[in-house]
Structures are given as structure tokens and as C-alpha cells.
């Protein structure tokens, strides 16, 4: 199983050019998540899917704009980038958290730097 | 929604037990008390959950207080590879509406 899948690893972009952050699950969930985590902190959920077909804004949500494309791809777009959002990238998904034994699978994280 | 605190960091000697404290004083009668640890340069990871009981898996223990505003992480025999950033999280059971809210975490060093 390759649980969460994350493209591209490492990304530079200039001030003002854009990208999307691909996503990816093969676990079946309904639920999949954005966040991004700065140096030294927490991360913090940009924006959410909880099934197929709906998103909704997280805690820091300005300057990204999200596709659920289909239930198992989640895409993050940065439409103009800034140096502000350099930043680690994480995609998760989840199903039923609160049954014992399940709860979120993150990729392994896209490493964004804007100069 | 309900804040945890954690210490923000701790040190434990190799193959010994590791106890990684969580408090939550504002906790409500249904929200689950998640833990999640980050290793170095990869995403976090599913450590364990629970509500009011203890539980075991294989990974840890979590021990919750009776009146379950803290609980605890246990870390039977810690080893290198438990060198994390441990985060405690609360949860709401509201089904289809779960979002994980992430602190700082408590940084854990393991010394050989």
C-alpha cells in the first residue's frame, strides 16, 4: 500500500508563478486535508475535503485554492506564490477517526521555497 | 476548540519507559484525546487515541486521568527511533467533521 502520495518532493518557485501540489490516496477515504508546517511550529490545516465533491476552508486558507478532483486526488493550488508561504506541505486523508485503530495518514510532504 | 498543553521538550535514556504528560483541563465529555508523532523530515504519524479508558497498542500506552482532564503517553522501552516531535490533540466526535488540531508538541530526545 502506498498510502499518501505527495508530488513533486521539493519544489522552488519565484515570487508570482504558480503550481498546484498533487495528492493522492489508495486507502479508499472520504476525508483529505491540507497543511502546512513553518519552522519550529505546528502544522496548520490550509483547507478540507470531508468527501468527494465538497471543501471548505481551514485555519489559513488565503492564497491557496483546492480541487478534490475525484475521492482518492486532492490538489492544492498556489496562484500567485509568496515568499510567506515557503513552507513544508502535508496532505493527509482519514476515515472514521474515531473507531479504534484509525486515524490520519499524512504523505511524506512537499518542501516549498518562494524566492 | 479544547487547547492541550504539553511540555516543549524531554530527554529519556534508551530502553527505558517514557512518560509524555498532557493536559486538558477544558476537555468535553466528547472529545477523544488523540496522540501523533512527527519524526525528523516526515510527516506525522497515528500513535494511539482514546476517551475515557486506558488503551494498549502496539506502538504505546495511553493512560487517562478519571476525571480526563490530562493524560498521559507511555513509551514502554524507548529506543533511537522514537526521537519525535509527540503531539497531543483533542477531537471532537462529530462524525464527518474531524479536523486535527496541531500544537507544538513536545520534542523527545532519547540519549544512548
Known amino acids: 500500500n502506498a498510502g499518501v502520495t505527495q508530488t513533486p518532493k521539493f519544489q522552488v518557485l519565484k515570487t508570482g508563478q504558480s503550481m498546484t501540489l498533487q495528492c493522492a490516496q489508495d486507502m479508499n477515504h472520504n476525508s483529505m486535508y491540507w497543511y502546512r508546517q513553518d519552522p519550529g511550529m505546528g502544522l496548520r490545516l490550509i483547507y478540507y475535503s470531508a468527501s468527494e465533491g465538497t471543501t471548505d476552508k481551514g485555519e489559513v486558507p488565503n492564497g491557496y485554492n483546492v480541487s478534490r478532483l475525484n475521492k482518492r486526488e486532492f490538489s492544492l493550488r498556489l496562484e500567485s506564490a509568496a515568499p510567506s508561504q515557503t513552507s513544508v506541505y502535508f496532505c493527509?486523508?482519514?476515515?472514521?477517526?474515531?473507531?479504534?485503530?484509525?486515524?490520519?495518514?499524512f504523505g511524506s510532504g512537499t518542501r516549498l521555497t518562494v524566492v | 476548540d479544547a487547547k492541550t498543553t504539553q511540555p516543549n521538550s524531554m530527554e529519556s535514556n534508551e530502553e527505558e519507559p517514557v512518560h509524555l504528560p498532557c493536559n486538558h483541563s477544558t476537555i468535553s465529555g466528547t472529545d477523544y484525546i488523540h496522540w501523533y508523532r512527527q519524526l525528523p523530515s516526515q510527516g506525522p504519524e497515528y500513535v494511539i487515541h482514546?476517551?475515557?479508558s486506558n488503551v494498549n497498542n502496539r506502538m504505546a500506552s495511553l493512560a487517562i486521568a478519571e476525571d480526563r482532564k490530562s493524560s498521559t503517553l507511555i513509551l514502554h522501552r524507548a529506543t533511537l527511533r522514537d526521537a519525535a516531535v509527540y503531539y497531543c490533540?483533542?477531537?471532537?466526535?462529530?462524525?464527518?467533521?474531524?479536523?486535527?488540531?496541531f500544537g507544538t508538541g513536545t520534542r523527545l530526545t532519547i540519549i544512548p
Open positions: 482514546g476517551l475515557t
Open positions: 490533540i483533542l477531537l471532537s466526535s462529530n462524525f464527518g467533521n474531524e479536523k486535527l488540531t
Open positions: 493527509a486523508s482519514s476515515e472514521m477517526l474515531n473507531l479504534v485503530g484509525y486515524g490520519y495518514t
